[in-house]
């Protein structure tokens, strides 16, 4: 569990692709801090053990099953977090999808499935948030998850190309714009993560153990290692449109 710790009792959070490494990692660092959370993830089961996980903590958690690129159910969760736990103060995007195939192999509609998980989605929230949190006395926090790759290209050494490469810097664009349009209630920043954990990853650091000799520190990132960064950003309030990286130091800007 991170070290770093934020008061966040009776603040509602959603954290989205919760079932994932990284989202579990977060959800779990968010409980700890005594945050009430909606955890939200397009695998049942995923889901199920992350927020049992939570409610050990004793913490109310609001499981939402849907699919993020989805707007009409983007909108339901979004009242279903509202009403459960009577506000949202945080949202935290994490639900993506890698795309390993080059360019020219993939289809249009790989293309643009690649598009609508890792950057509708983001669109689809914060329409379905953000009249919420502007309207609160306590403003809101938005954080977005994107990538290395967003900043310097996907490659032959991630589990990602050029598509997602594309869409996760799109993700820091709207990420800018929207800080842009909703300071000063609410700010939105960026987590851009390197490698982390998870069986995609892991079949990958299996067939190229070299590949972590490009991080300065020479280890696969975990879930906890992003929740620090969330934790962070959730406590922050007076920066925005900002961009963090966490990565190991596998690139540097």
């Given at each position: 569990?991170?070290?770093?710790t934020?008061?966040?009792?009776?603040?509602?959070i959603?954290?989205?692709?919760?079932?994932g490494s990284i989202g579990?990692g977060?959800?779990?660092?968010?409980?700890s801090?005594?945050?009430s959370?909606?955890?939200?993830d397009?695998?049942l089961?995923?889901?199920?053990?992350i927020?049992?996980?939570?409610?050990?903590?004793?913490?109310?958690v609001?499981?939402?099953v849907?699919?993020?690129?989805?707007?009409d159910?983007v909108?339901q969760?979004?009242?279903q977090?509202?009403?459960?736990l009577?506000?949202v103060?945080g949202?935290?995007?994490?639900?993506?999808?890698?795309?390993p195939k080059?360019?020219?192999?993939?289809?249009?509609?790989?293309?643009?499935?690649t598009?609508?998980?890792?950057?509708?989605?983001?669109?689809?929230?914060?329409?379905?948030?953000?009249p919420?949190?502007l309207?609160a006395?306590?403003?809101?926090?938005i954080?977005?998850?994107s990538?290395?790759s967003?900043?310097?290209?996907?490659?032959?050494n991630?589990?990602s190309?050029?598509?997602?490469?594309a869409?996760k810097?799109?993700?820091?664009g709207?990420t800018r714009?929207?800080?842009?349009?909703?300071?000063p209630?609410?700010t939105v920043?960026?987590?851009?993560p390197g490698?982390?954990?998870n069986p995609?990853?892991t079949?990958l650091?299996?067939?190229?153990?070299?590949v972590?000799?490009?991080?300065l520190?020479?280890r696969?990132g975990?879930?906890?290692d992003?929740?620090?960064?969330v934790?962070?950003f959730m406590a922050a309030?007076w920066?925005?449109?900002?961009?963090?990286?966490?990565?190991?130091?596998y690139?540097i800007?």
């Amino acid at each position: 569990m991170p070290d770093l710790t934020v008061d966040l009792a009776e603040k509602g959070i959603i954290v989205t692709g919760a079932g994932g490494s990284i989202g579990s990692g977060c959800a779990l660092a968010l409980a700890s801090c005594g945050a009430s959370l909606a955890l939200n993830d397009i695998d049942l089961q995923a889901l199920e053990r992350i927020v049992s996980r939570v409610r050990e903590m004793g913490v109310p958690v609001v499981p939402l099953v849907g699919d993020v690129s989805d707007y009409d159910r983007v909108q339901q969760m979004a009242a279903q977090t509202i009403a459960e736990l009577g506000n949202v103060f945080g949202l935290v995007n994490i639900a993506g999808t890698s795309m390993p195939k080059p360019i020219l192999e993939m289809s249009r509609e790989e293309w643009a499935r690649t598009w609508q998980i890792n950057v509708t989605s983001l669109f689809n929230w914060a329409q379905a948030v953000l009249p919420h949190m502007l309207a609160a006395a306590q403003g809101g926090r938005i954080i977005n998850t994107s990538s290395v790759s967003g900043k310097q290209g996907g490659d032959e050494n991630s589990v990602s190309r050029g598509a997602y490469a594309a869409a996760k810097a799109g993700v820091l664009g709207f990420t800018r714009g929207l800080a842009r349009e909703v300071a000063p209630k609410v700010t939105v920043n960026a987590i851009c993560p390197g490698l982390i954990l998870n069986p995609r990853t892991t079949q990958l650091v299996a067939a190229k153990p070299d590949v972590l000799n490009r991080y300065l520190i020479p280890r696969p990132g975990e879930g906890s290692d992003i929740a620090k960064a969330v934790l962070y950003f959730m406590a922050a309030d007076w920066v925005t449109g900002e961009v963090t990286d966490v990565n190991g130091g596998y690139f540097i800007d």
